[in-house]
Every structure is written in structure tokens, then in C-alpha cells.
């Protein structure tokens, strides 16, 4: 049995990660495990993050624009995309569950009519190499991009007045 989990330890990490990730969080607050807060799960990132990889790569090889360009407009169509999910939920009272498999389906369909099945990736661009390889103090970028982003939502939520009122 050790010699199994020595071996696959790194297929262990992610699994026992969320395991305690969940105990955490249901510690912190006990309706984490309750029906209400598992139908309000979000099946859409996936299908809405790879509609953003291909909305920044339509700029980026489309107009020539920079890479800071297309990738803020990747966000924008994301957050598009968000903003009527959470319309849709907030204000129509349409349940998340629902709400995001429908838009699931409909942005992977979006994704596929306009530009085909085929696997498109952004390569020989230094920058997106960066992000997606680079390291910077031992850690990957995207940690570091992942802590900004944390204490960017913090300061956003704890001294701004759209944060308090939340």
C-alpha cells in the first residue's frame, strides 16, 4: 500500500486537496454541505474559460493587436458571459444549476460554430509562454497571478463600497 501511494502521489495531491478543502469549509460554515449550496453549482466555467482562450486569440491573430489587448478582452467576453448567468439567477430567479448547463451547452456550441473543432493554441508568443510556463521566486506564475488576484478581491470586498455592500 505505500509503495502505491508512493507512487502516485501526485495523482493523490488534487483529491486529498479538495477533501480538505471541503472539511475546511464546512467547518467554517455548515451549510456548505447543504442541497441548497450544491444545486448552485457552476457548470459553465470550463466552456466560458475556453471561449475567452478563443475570443483573446481571435484578437490576438485577427488584428495584430497586443497580447494585453486580446487577453483583457478574453476577460471582458467572460465576464459578459458571468453577467448573464448571474443576471439570469439574481434577477430571474432561474435556478444555477440550470441556468449554467444551459449556458454550458450554449457557449460550447458558440465556441464550436465559430472556430471549428480543432484544438487552437497560441504558440511562439513569449508572453503566453510565461503565463503559462514561467516561474518567478521558484513558484509558477499562475500562483503568484492567483495571489494578486485574492488580495485584489479582498481589498475590493473589505474597502470598497461595492464590497461592503455585498
Known sequence: MQAIVKNNIGDL???????LLCAIFTIAEPTFLSADNFSGIDLSIGPVMALAGLAASAIYFGTGLPV?????FGFFGGGVVGTINGIAIAVLRLP??????????????FAL????PDLHQIREEPFYTFLGNGRLGGLPISVWIFLALTVLKYLVQKRASLGLLV
Open 13 to 19: 495531491v488534487l483529491p486529498i486537496a479538495m477533501i
Open 113 to 116: 460554430l465559430v472556430r471549428g
Open 68 to 72: 494585453g489587448f486580446a487577453i483583457a
Open 96 to 109: 444555477p444549476i440550470i441556468m449554467t448547463l444551459g449556458m454550458l451547452s450554449i457557449v460550447r456550441g
